[in-house]
Nanobody, 123 residues
């Protein structure tokens, strides 16, 4: 199982970025895909999750209304559209996968992780 995150970069506050997470090695259509982030000196935190079964979504309060997670099953790829970015969104963003929709926020629930992509938001 491999997860490849991409799409990070430098953007000004108020701008947008779209992150991608390409999955390979198995069929993920019944799994849960999540996005997490880790800022310097801080613990990794949950951002958003989506179910491959019914496309249910769940967001951290800090990104609700600004970020949108989506899943293209034909490409085995999950996206994180990030709008109205703030300097506090600066972090390395990771995608991860787990087999069930229960407890989608804890990092310990996820079996496989991508390598991370850096998002820097300047003020």
């Amino acid at each position: 199982v491999q997860l490849q995150a991409s799409g990070g970069g430098l953007v000004q506050a108020g701008g947008s970025l779209r992150l991608s997470c390409a999955a390979s090695g198995r069929t993920f259509s019944t799994y849960v895909m999540g996005w997490f982030r880790q800022a310097p000196g801080k613990e990794r935190e949950f951002v958003a999750a989506i179910s491959g079964t019914d496309y249910s979504t769940y967001y951290a309060d800090s990104v609700k209304g600004r970020f949108t997670i989506s899943w293209d099953n034909s490409k085995n790829t999950v996206y994180l559209q990030m709008n109205s970015l703030k300097p506090e969104d600066t972090a390395v963003y990771y995608c991860a996968t787990k087999p069930s929709w229960r407890r989608v926020a804890p990092t310990s629930e996820y079996n496989y992780w991508g390598q991370g992509t850096l998002v820097t938001v300047s003020s």
